[in-house]
């Protein structure tokens, strides 16, 4: 893979792989929105695809490890790893969910750690989870999360914890990663994050020999301090991460002090787009509470009933293509929808996400549809790779965790704008706000 990166590239500022596609937009709108160029590839880049995009200075791969078994992970983590250690960044971030659902058999986030140590030979991983600007917390290595009716929750009483496939019922992170790995994990909480004694503190946790350290992140002085810590430490030695996208923000500061980026961040406004079309396999009550605030404001609903359009040659497909098309010729903003809420037949995940994809794709070859919105982490992860693009930047930023993206494809549907929204993500006019609505 590294002969895959032309000789003469300079090295790259950040380098990530994000371990579903909403999160690795998550990250896109951090680095792109405070002025460095980044690119986010749908898969490891060829050398063409490299060669298109020759003044970034962060670079990105979007995945689908956090659906994935380890043992698809110990078969496939390796190579783009390496592919990423080759970019030769001073910080080589592997982004999860700040809502850190994982488990030993979906998703491992121990056995990402164990992988990334085994390529990058860091002096120590560090887990940064805490994401205010997505409200989301850790406190002595407890998480904490808003809620879609606002209120912060522990992660064990979150909607999370009632998950269909990783539910999160367990708040304190280091107990939860131990099923998935025998990484001894050390804690810099918050008392030690900020002053004097933040180096110091971080030494004495890596005395006794743990090789990950978990930082309390709870508002932006603490995600500043370790933001600090962590680029003082990459200068001597490129350093390996598994972290939520709480990791750039904390970085922002750092390198605004540091002169490396612009003082301030960019900001831009999108011009309406109607209609616009949604597709939507999320059964998180944050998006249930959008659909239904979207239908009654006069978006068209298209259910779409998962067991049926799993059915190979059946007519599910054909009838949501036909509803769909009219529905947008006639200049309505069209939904097309599993599930309101947590569903009651089986969850198929990776079959759904890759079928809705197919029907995305052929709705958008078959209509001047110019602004997409997918909803859900996996739905995302395997509906974009129907789509064959092969990377997205950042247009604009919408919401945090959500930004507007532009498609980089070799087909008609470059230029297309799109937003990838996990189930949590987003407030309840979200949909209008991705259409323009709300400028």
């Known amino acids: 893979m590294k002969a895959s990166v032309p000789e003469m590239r300079k090295a790259f500022l950040y380098a990530f792989y994000g371990d579903d596609f909403t999160g ?5 709108e951090q680095l792109a929105s405070n002025g460095i160029p980044t690119v986010l590839y749908l898969d490891v880049p060829s050398p063409e695809h490299l060669a298109m995009f020759p003044d970034v200075e962060a670079i990105g791969i979007a995945g689908d490890s956090r659906s994935s078994s380890p043992e698809w ?9 390496e592919t990423l250690k080759s970019f030769q960044a001073p910080i080589t971030h592997y982004k999860v969910c700040s809502t850190f659902d994982s488990s030993a058999t979906h998703g491992s986030i121990g056995r ?8 990058f030979h860091p002096r120590f991983v560090p887990i940064i989870v805490g994401a205010p600007h997505l409200r989301r917390y850790v406190l002595f290595g407890h998480l904490f999360a808003a809620s879609p009716d606002g209120t912060i929750r522990r992660i064990d009483r979150h909607p999370m914890s009632q998950h269909p496939v990783t539910p999160m019922c367990e708040s304190d992170l280091r107990v939860h990663l131990r099923t998935q790995t025998d990484t001894a994990i050390g804690l810099i909480d918050f008392t030690k994050l900020t002053g004097k004694n933040a180096a110091p503190a971080l030494e004495r946790e890596l005395a006794p020999g743990n090789q990950a350290v978990l930082f309390d992140t709870l508002d932006s002085s603490t995600q500043a301090a370790a ?6 430490e990459a200068l001597r030695q490129p350093l390996f991460s598994a972290s939520s996208s709480g ?6 500061p750092a390198w605004r002090d540091a002169g490396l980026i612009a003082s301030k961040p960019n900001v831009d406004t999108i011009e309406e787009a109607s209609p616009l079309l949604v597709v939507s396999g999320s059964c998180s009550a944050a998006t249930e509470r959008q659909l239904r605030w979207a239908f009654d404001h006069g978006y068209a609903g298209i ?7 799993m059915v190979e040659g059946g007519d599910a497909k054909t009838a949501a293509l036909e509803v769909a098309i009219a529905s947008l010729s006639d200049g309505r903003n069209t939904i097309l929808y599993t599930s309101l809420g947590l569903p009651q037949n089986p969850v198929y995940g990776e079959s759904l996400g890759r079928e809705l994809g197919r029907l995305l794709r052929d709705l958008l070859d078959r209509t001047n549809v110019r602004r997409v919105l997918i909803c859900g982490g996996d739905t995302c992860s395997y509906a974009v790779p129907q789509l064959h693009a092969y990377a997205l930047t950042w247009r604009a ?3 945090p965790g959500a930004p507007l993206c532009v498609v980089h494809a070799d087909d008609a549907l470059n230029g297309l704008e799109i937003v990838l929204k996990g189930g949590q993500v987003g407030t309840y006019d979200f949909f209008d706000v991705v259409r323009g609505a709300k400028n």
């Not at 990791?247 to 922002?252: D, E, F, G, Q, Y």
Request: no cysteine; net charge negative; proline share 5%.
């Open 73 to 81: 992970m110990s078969d496939n983590l390796p190579t783009i790893f």
């Open 24 to 28: 690795s937009t998550d990250v896109l």
């Open 227 to 232: 933001g600090k810590m962590l680029w003082q």
């Open 303 to 309: 259910r779409v009933d998962p067991a049926e359009l």
């Open 247 to 252: 990791l750039t923000a904390a970085l922002i």
């Open 112 to 119: 990402a750690i164990e992988l990334g140590m085994q390529t």
């Open 397 to 399: 930023n919408l919401q």
